[in-house]
């Protein structure tokens, strides 16, 4: 009789851990968010684009500022060229050459420097808005009743009714009433000098 009972706990044992292993996933209960509204709509996503606008305007007026004084003098120096007909040039017009070559260099730094920091720009205000939206998207989840949200992109058709987007919206101008615009300059690593 004893050994019928710890054979029969043995298989009780056993049947217990795969029970609760088969058990069956709840439904999805599913929700979207369309994010192109989201971040065309929120009051701190209006306002980043808005600057990110004045500061792409004003690196254009800057990278044309710095060409038009290249174009004028590259002219110049090509048309000096020109008028030798294949002689050699003198060392004034080499010279002239030279520093035309060192001007042109520098402001070809500039423009890819400023180029960098509206990238940088760009990038950091993303950040911004995508640090508040991980939670966002929790918060409007449980409050709708959701275990499952969507982008809208990544679906082929759904109701308005699972559309959560004016909930993220709203809870997005509460967690985020603005951005910071300029990117924090990169961190400096002091490099031991070699001896």
């Known amino acids: 009789m004893k050994t019928l009972l710890i054979s029969a706990s043995f298989v009780a044992a056993a049947i217990v851990p795969s029970a609760a292993q088969a058990q069956a996933i709840p439904g999805a209960i599913i929700a979207v968010v369309d994010l192109d509204k989201?971040?065309?709509d929120c009051n701190a996503c209006k306002a980043a684009n808005t600057a990110l606008q004045g500061q792409l305007a004003a690196e254009q007026n800057r990278?044309?500022?710095l060409g038009a004084p290249l174009e004028t003098e590259r002219n110049s120096i090509q048309a000096a060229v020109d008028a030798l007909k294949g002689k050699e040039p003198d060392?004034?017009?080499?010279?002239?050459?030279?520093?035309?070559q060192t001007k042109a260099?520098?402001?070809?730094?500039?423009?890819?420097?400023?180029?960098?920091?509206?990238?940088?720009?760009q990038a950091y205000i993303q950040k911004q808005i995508g640090d508040k939206l991980g939670p966002i998207y929790s918060q409007v989840m449980?409050?709708?009743g959701a275990n499952l949200l969507v982008e809208q992109r990544a679906t082929l058709a759904s109701g308005a009714a699972l559309d959560v987007s004016n909930d993220v919206i709203t809870?997005?101008?509460?967690a985020l009433p603005s951005v910071a615009t300029t990117a924090p300059?990169?961190?400096?690593?002091?490099?031991?000098?070699?001896?």
């Open 38 to 40: 989201v971040t065309s």
């Open 63 to 65: 990278e044309k500022a």
């Open 142 to 144: 449980q409050r709708r």
């Open 91 to 100: 060392a004034a017009l080499q010279a002239r050459v030279k520093a035309f």
């Open 171 to 174: 809870a997005l101008n509460a």
């Open 105 to 121: 260099q520098q402001a070809q730094v500039e423009v890819e420097r400023g180029r960098a920091q509206l990238q940088a720009n």
């Open 185 to 195: 300059a990169p961190a400096r690593t002091n490099q031991p000098q070699g001896r």
